[in-house]
């Protein structure tokens, strides 16, 4: 089955900086890839998916990348703010197939952005 | 706005306790999903169900059961309750299988 590897498990940054972080996959016929937020005490929430046609996609100050070659991708937010903190999820599914959609998770990621 | 409404924020149950966990959505969405989630190992995919009446076994199965009788409720059930079952368990429901989930609140469950 497929598995999904995270890093860092934690990050730090200050207020203003980038953050980074990045999930390996080991299936390559995975072809959805979302991103998920989890705030202290509640739901994950996504905040970004790409699929596999497309290298790039972009949101306001968050972004994804995928290389299907290495089979990595990786999220990228910038000029962070303190309500960025959060725990942050990667995860992969194959969408056609008869896997219904199921996605494996990443470990996750708590960033902190420190004012 | 879809709604994902798990029945139980918290729960404390005894070792060797048949347990539920209630999960219901309210937009007609085909597939549901059971997930734990721990410190440390992400979220886990317990079961999950592409439509009525079926369901698949996923990452980590055992000593839990599913039901999916109706389209919006997929139900967990923990056929007896263990310590190493105390967890996070999350419920989500998607659309279709290239379409994000919508997650529940989660039940935090405590077997003692």
């Known amino acids: 089955g497929e598995n999904v590897e995270q890093h860092p498990s934690t990050l730090s940054v200050q207020e203003g900086d980038s953050a980074v972080i990045k999930c390996t996959y080991s299936?390559?016929?995975?072809?959805?890839f979302p991103w998920y937020k989890q705030e202290l005490g509640k739901r994950p929430q996504l905040i970004i998916d790409?699929?596999?046609?497309?290298g790039e996609k972009k949101d306001q100050r968050i972004a994804v990348t995928l290389n299907k070659t290495a089979k990595h991708f990786s999220l990228h937010i910038t000029e962070t703010q303190p309500e960025d903190s959060a725990v942050y999820f990667c995860?992969?599914?194959?969408?056609?197939?008869?896997?219904?959609?199921?996605?494996?998770f990443g470990q996750g990621t708590i960033l902190t952005v420190h004012p | 706005d879809v709604k994902v409404t798990q029945s139980s924020r918290y729960l404390v149950k005894r070792t060797g306790e048949k347990v539920f966990l209630e999960c219901v959505q309210d937009?007609?969405?085909?597939?549901m999903f059971w997930y734990r989630q721990d410190p440390g190992l992400g979220l886990r995919l317990i079961y999950f169900?592409?439509?009525?009446?079926?369901?698949e076994k996923g990452d980590i199965p055992e000593g839990y059961s599913v039901s999916r009788e109706k389209k919006e409720r997929f139900s967990l059930i923990l056929e007896s309750a263990s310590t190493n079952q105390t967890s996070m368990y999350l419920c989500?429901?998607?659309?279709?299988?290239?379409?994000?989930?919508?997650f529940g609140s989660g039940t935090r469950l405590t077997v003692v």
């Open positions: 790409i699929r596999s046609n497309v």
């Open positions: 169900s592409y439509d009525v009446k079926m369901k």
């Open positions: 995860a992969a599914s194959d969408a056609g197939g008869t896997s219904y959609g199921k996605l494996t």
């Open positions: 937009m007609d969405h085909e597939n």
């Open positions: 989500a429901s998607s659309l279709r299988a290239d379409y994000g989930y919508t």
């Open positions: 299936d390559s016929a995975s072809n959805y």
